[in-house]
C-alpha cells in the first residue's frame, strides 16, 4: 500500500539521494527540464513548470500532496517562491532542504558580486574568465577585451562572442580543474555559491594557481525553516506521515 504522496522539488545532488533513500512515501519528483538526460532519481516523476504560484497550488490539489521538500538549487529562487505561495495557499507543510553555502577557505580571497553579469563585468582588461554557471549564463556578454569560458552540462545554442562553450559533465577532481585552468590560460574564476564539496574543487585548483575568484552570492529567498542534510530532510517526511513533524511550513 501507497504512503501518504510527497512532491519533491529535485535537481540536485541532495534531492537524488533523497529520492533514492526515503521510504514509506508516494514519492513524486519535479524536474524544471532544464537537463534533458538527468542522472536517475527514485520515485515517480514529472517535468517542467507548473504555472506560478496559482498552479503550483492547484498541483498540490489535484495530485494530493501531503508534503513538499523543496530541494532545488540554491539559485533557483523562482521555484521556491511559487512554492511557498502555493504551499500557503493549500495549507501543505513545505521544508526547503538546502547545502550550506561555501566560506572562504585558507588563502582563498574572494570578491563578492550579486549576480553573474556584475561579476562577469568586473573581470579586468585582458582576462579570461572561466565562468562553471551552465546554461543559465548563456546570454552573458563579456567587456571589451575580455575573453570567456563556460562550460555547461547539456549543449548550447552559439555563443555570444568572445564566450566559448565547453561541455562537460560534473564530477571534476581538483587535480582535472587545476590541469584544465592551468592549460586554457584562465586568469580569474567566476561562480556562483552553489555549495557543497564536489563543486568546491574548482575553488582549491584556482587559489592553488593564485587566481582571483569571482564569487556570486546566492538570491534572497523567502523566510522558510530549511534542513541542510538528507538525514534531516528524511527525518522530517517521517514526522509529516506520522503527524509529529516540527518546524515545516505551513499556511
Known amino acids: 500500500m501507497a504512503g501518504p504522496r510527497v512532491l519533491l522539488l529535485g535537481g540536485t545532488t541532495e534531492a537524488r539521494v533523497f529520492s533514492n533513500r526515503v521510504r514509506d512515501v508516494d514519492l513524486v519528483v519535479s524536474l524544471a ?26 498541483y498540490l490539489r489535484d495530485a494530493g500532496i501531503v508534503a513538499v521538500v523543496d530541494a532545488t538549487h540554491p539559485f533557483a529562487a523562482r521555484i521556491t517562491a511559487n512554492a511557498v505561495a502555493g504551499c500557503t495557499a493549500v495549507g501543505v507543510p513545505l521544508a526547503r532542504l538546502e547545502r ?4 572562504p577557505g585558507p588563502g582563498e580571497h574572494w570578491q563578492a558580486f550579486e549576480s553573474v553579469a556584475a561579476a562577469v563585468a568586473a573581470l579586468p582588461k585582458g582576462a579570461l574568465g572561466f565562468l562553471a554557471a ?3 549564463a548563456g546570454g552573458i556578454v563579456p567587456p571589451e577585451g575580455v575573453g570567456l569560458i563556460l562550460r555547461a552540462i547539456e549543449a548550447m545554442a552559439a555563443a555570444t562572442d568572445g564566450v566559448e562553450v565547453i561541455r562537460a559533465r560534473p ?3 581538483a587535480v582535472a580543474e587545476r ?3 592551468a ?3 584562465v586568469t580569474h574564476l567566476i561562480c556562483k555559491n552553489s555549495g557543497g564539496v564536489a563543486g ?5 585548483a584556482a587559489t592553488e594557481l593564485g587566481l582571483p575568484l569571482h564569487m556570486v552570492a546566492r538570491p534572497a529567498r523567502p523566510a522558510v525553516p530549511h534542513v541542510e ?5 528524511l527525518d522530517w517526511v517521517a514526522g509529516v506521515a506520522n503527524g509529529t513533524a516540527a518546524g515545516g511550513y505551513r499556511a
Open 33 to 58: 527540464g532544464a537537463t534533458e538526460t538527468p542522472a536517475p532519481y527514485g520515485g515517480s516523476s514529472r517535468r517542467g513548470g507548473f504555472g506560478g504560484a496559482d498552479g503550483f497550488a492547484q
Open 100 to 103: 550550506a553555502p561555501w566560506v
Open 134 to 136: 551552465g546554461r543559465s
Open 171 to 173: 564530477p571534476f577532481s
Open 179 to 181: 590541469a584544465l585552468f
Open 183 to 185: 592549460s586554457r590560460g
Open 200 to 204: 568546491r574543487t574548482k575553488l582549491e
Open 229 to 233: 542534510t538528507v538525514e534531516a530532510a
